[in-house]
């Protein structure tokens, strides 16, 4: 290990902690989803379309919260989003970064194959260089587009599951994943030709 990287990870989780001091402090990780919580995740999931399967929006939105509940314990998420993130960087948790959660809780849910409803991926501010890049889940009426479906995102909150139909979610401006990846391939390739030519 160099002395630069490793005095980067430690700037990180400097800077982290000290914000940490804005945030409120919780005791122990985040609390589990309640049976009034999940009902509306499950009304939400119905409110998708009358194609969607009532017993599929039930284990669904169940599933949802049971799995945020069960990563927040595995990650030992007990701090802020950013602060846990920074801690992540640092080696002093397994894991936790956004995509970490997007792609475990869509893995759980797509072992479920619903016949009616389809998990997407999508990944925001790829390319804004003010904001940092986010990654989450979303469930849709299955063959809809992700752009008519429900965000599902434990990590904005820091393990307590955030959850709105997407259009609603102002916050972010999603892409959908694979899209977001090709086009960074693009750029990758677009900087080693330029890298290439300059070398001859």
Known sequence: MTILPALARLCLLVTALGLAGCAAPREGPPPPGTAAEIDEL?????ALGPDVDPEEAA????????????LALEYQIVDPPLVHNAKVNAGLKPRGLCWHWSVDLGARLEQENFET??????????????????????????????????VVDPWRKGGVLFWSPI???VR?????RMEVFA??????????????????
């Open 42 to 46: 499950r009304l939400g999931l119905l």
């Open 59 to 70: 284990r669904a939105a169940r599933l949802t919260y049971e799995t945020t509940h069960r």
């Open 117 to 150: 409803l389809e998990v997407h991926y999508a990944i925001a501010n790829a390319f804004n260089p003010f904001r940092i890049e986010h990654s989450t889940a979303i469930l849709s009426s299955r063959g809809d587009s992700m752009y008519d479906g429900i």
């Open 167 to 169: 259009a609603e979610d």
């Open 172 to 176: 972010y401006d999603w892409q959908p």
């Open 183 to 200: 086009r960074k391939r693009a750029v990758q390739d677009r900087r080693e030709e330029l890298t290439a030519r300059e070398s001859f």
